[in-house]
């Protein structure tokens, strides 16, 4: 009788590490600036009680960090000169910085957004005479805007106004108008979920028998978004958004829509483009809580604002197509960007205006 030897051979991968610590899990940058540095100027309109002319001049510079879209912080260092006027000697000057919370109305990463901010301040005081130099706290609240990026480099204009309130010597109430140049900079981080368990593969050898038996346990995952489907929570998810350890899309990334495309100056959907977005509701009603903003991009003919409006038109008709599929167009903001984010700049021929003609989906809540 053959005697028969079960051998059994299991294979396993380890999952790439790309973090400069091996036991960090795997992180992705997603291109959305949170930070920005602004250079300013103006004028400072000071309070009747100092006295002379009541002019100035003033400028600082300042570095914002946004916590969400709405909500952040600055850090500001300014300068001023008081005039005192021909008769009055020497003009009065400050130095000093402080830390304002500032609220948008707007996502100003994308969008011209009017902000509001408040907070307080230090000063260096130098005035006639020398003997009543010193230190003053300030308090401030301001209304300004700041435009859509300008460039492709993310550059806006922004001016401000501020009311402040100097609690020096017997207190002046001054205000300052200013306006500047802003330029973005910053991406945040998120971490992808552990990679995929390896598939094990199981060979049973049997001694003197020329006969390999090859058992292998089947990987399913139907969107391929590298989550086993018996561990996906969120089925079909849409191609080339990063999930997290649930198979849910993570919050704040954006893809590019291929397939989604119009003729020149058109913003009607063509034939090929319901073919992609017939996977984009799959992956609406498998994660029924996401909400998106689906953008809509020009290429650089024309002029802005027909650009705007154009932009505009084909980005709702991309949601008007997934509301008639039956997903709610409460989870749908359609907007438009005009040329104001091309893809390819400048466009060298009719290819490169073609790849800026593009719809991107952007995942808001999920």
């Keep these: 009788m053959r005697t028969v030897y ?63 879209p709405h909500w952040g912080v600055e850090a500001h260092l300014t300068g001023s000169t008081i005039e005192t006027g021909g008769n009055q000697g020497t003009d009065f000057y400050q130095q000093g910085g402080g830390v304002d919370a500032v609220y948008g109305l707007k996502d100003r990463s994308t969008s011209w957004t009017p902000f509001a901010l408040a907070g307080l301040a230090v000063t260096q005081n130098d ?92 990987f399913i995952d139907s969107d391929k978004d590298s989550i086993e489907d018996s561990r996906d929570k969120c089925a079909d998810t849409p191609e080339g958004l990063k999930v997290d350890a649930d198979g849910c899309v ?8 291929r397939g989604v495309t119009f003729a020149f100056n058109k913003a009607n959907l ?43 038109k084909r980005a709702e008709s991309v949601r008007d197509y997934l509301v008639a599929q039956g997903i709610d167009s409460a989870r749908l903001t359609p907007k438009g960007y005009g040329k104001y984010e091309l893809l390819v700049n400048p466009e060298k021929n009719e290819t490169d205006k073609e790849r800026n003609r593009r719809v991107m989906f952007r995942v808001l809540t999920k």
């Design 270 to 312: 063509q034939l090929n483009a319901q073919t992609v977005l017939d996977y984009v509701v799959k992956g609406m009603k498998g994660q029924p809580g996401m909400t998106v903003e689906i953008q809509g991009h020009t290429d650089s003919v024309g002029s802005a604002l027909a650009n705007l409006r154009l932009s505009q």
């Design 127 to 218: 005035v006639i005479p020398d003997a009543a130099d010193g230190l003053s706290l300030i308090a401030n609240i301001g209304l300004g805007a700041v435009t859509a990026p300008l460039t492709s480099l993310g550059f806006k204009v922004r001016g401000e106004g501020r009311l402040q309130r100097d609690f020096f010597c017997s207190d002046f109430t001054d205000f300052r108008l200013l306006a500047g140049l802003e330029f973005p900079f910053g991406q945040r981080s998120v971490e992808l979920p552990p990679a995929a368990p390896p598939v094990v593969e199981i060979r049973e050898v049997v001694k003197e028998v020329v006969k390999e038996v090859e058992v292998v346990k089947p």
């Design 6 to 68: 079960p051998v059994l051979l299991l294979a396993a991968a380890l999952p790439p590490v790309y973090a400069a610590d091996e036991a960090s899990p795997e992180v992705v940058q997603i291109a959305e600036t949170n930070q920005y540095f602004s250079v300013l100027g103006g004028h400072f309109g000071a309070d009747k009680d100092r006295g002379g002319t009541r002019r100035g001049i003033t400028g600082g510079v300042l570095y914002g960090y946004r916590f969400d």
């Design 250 to 257: 993570i919050e704040g990334q954006a893809i590019e829509l």
